[in-house]
Nanobody
Framework: HVQLTESGGGSVQPRGSLRLSCSASGSTNAVAWFRQSPGDRREGIAAIRTASDSPYYRDSVKGRFTIARDNAKNVWFLHMNSRKSDDTDMYYC?????????????????WGQGTQVTVSS
């Protein structure tokens, strides 16, 4: 399985730019970003298939977050704009899609260790 490493989290204000990065050890067929609060289910918020390059977004982040990639470096990004306090979570990237539901956590075989994002004004 591909190895993943996230970075870029921290304590941030609602305004300004924030970019999470996910570095992959090799190629993959898809990458997704998930988030999770303690006691809650892990929620898929953005994903992209490498073959089609078409992004998928959960409604709660549509128009605010953008998934992108640097093909040459196998690095994937989540740009987080117009942040809200509800966006405070642990964020994970996932890869190696093995099922049809691109935003379901059970559809991925590879996971990063997570990076914490805390939004407060």
């Amino acid at each position: 399985h591909v190895q993943l490493t996230e970075s870029g989290g921290g304590s941030v204000q609602p305004r300004g730019s924030l970019r999470l990065s996910c570095s992959a050890s090799g190629s993959t067929n898809a990458v997704a970003w998930f988030r999770q609060s303690p006691g809650d289910r892990r929620e898929g918020i953005a994903a992209i298939r490498t073959a089609s390059d078409s992004p998928y977004y959960r409604d709660s982040v549509k128009g605010r977050f953008t998934i992108a990639r640097d093909n040459a470096k196998n690095v994937w990004f989540l740009h987080m704009n117009s942040r809200k306090s509800d966006d405070t979570d642990m964020y994970y990237c996932a890869a190696d899609l093995v099922a049809d539901d691109i935003l379901a956590p059970t559809s991925y075989r590879a996971w990063g260790q997570g990076t914490q994002v805390t939004v407060s004004s």
